[in-house]
């Protein structure tokens, strides 16, 4: 499947896959983020449950601490 992620498209073998699982392969399972998923903000909890499909947008933000 195909994903496009932040504007960059990403290829995926899995034939289930949720956004819990993009965000491990990105390493980001840990992090405070929010997600879109075709234009819809998803709950931390509908992370577990949104199967992604082929073709949608998936824009991630994360929160960077500094000074």
Do not use: A, F, M, T
């Given at each position: 499947m195909k994903l496009?992620?932040?504007g960059?498209?990403?290829?995926i073998e899995e034939d289930q896959f949720t956004v819990t699982d993009?965000?491990?392969s990105l390493d980001l399972g840990v992090k405070t983020v929010v997600i879109e998923?075709?234009?819809?903000i998803l709950t931390k909890d509908m992370h577990y449950s949104t199967l992604l499909k082929d073709g949608d947008h998936i824009?991630?933000?994360?929160f960077v601490g500094g000074g």
């Open positions: 496009r992620v932040n960059q498209y990403i290829q993009l965000l491990e998923c075709n234009e819809q824009e991630i933000v994360h």
